[in-house]
């Protein structure tokens, strides 16, 4: 039975640890800090490119730039939902990483909490 379950866990990629023994301990992600770093460069890139939506970049030629005032005033119904949708998702990515903050910060007070049971505080 043993064999089986092995050959089970293994196809899934679950640890296995023999029933009877001691249970092994999930393997946790190591520090989170990095990783929201990551998300919060991202989020600001993010905030960056959908600021631009809609906006004419400087320094065109003027002929261009009314074109584009044109183009934009014809197709509001295009534009509009495009300028909504950055905004709806750079919130939801705030969100993320507000959440991400939160997870890192439970972390570390629970990384304290089991420094001080094994210290038997």
């Known amino acids: 039975m043993h064999e089986m379950e092995?050959?089970?866990?293994?196809?899934?990629?679950?640890?296995?640890s023999p029933r009877g023994?001691?249970?092994?301990?999930?393997?946790?992600?190591?520090?989170?800090s990095d990783l929201v770093l990551d998300v919060k460069s991202e989020l600001a890139a993010l905030r960056r490119e959908s600021d631009r939506i809609g906006k004419i970049p400087e320094n065109?030629?003027?002929?261009?730039?009314?074109l584009m005032r044109l183009i934009s005033a014809l197709l509001p119904w295009y534009t509009r939902p495009l300028v909504n949708f950055s905004r709806r998702t750079s919130a939801t990515a705030e969100l993320m990483s507000d959440l991400l903050?939160?997870?890192l910060h439970r972390q570390n007070a629970l990384d304290e909490e089991i420094r001080a049971l094994r210290s038997g505080r």
């Open 101 to 103: 903050d939160a997870v």
């Open 6 to 16: 092995f050959k089970l866990h293994a196809f899934l990629g679950i640890p296995f």
């Open 60 to 66: 065109y030629p003027r002929h261009i730039t009314w």
């Open 21 to 32: 023994g001691e249970s092994a301990a999930p393997q946790l992600p190591g520090d989170l």
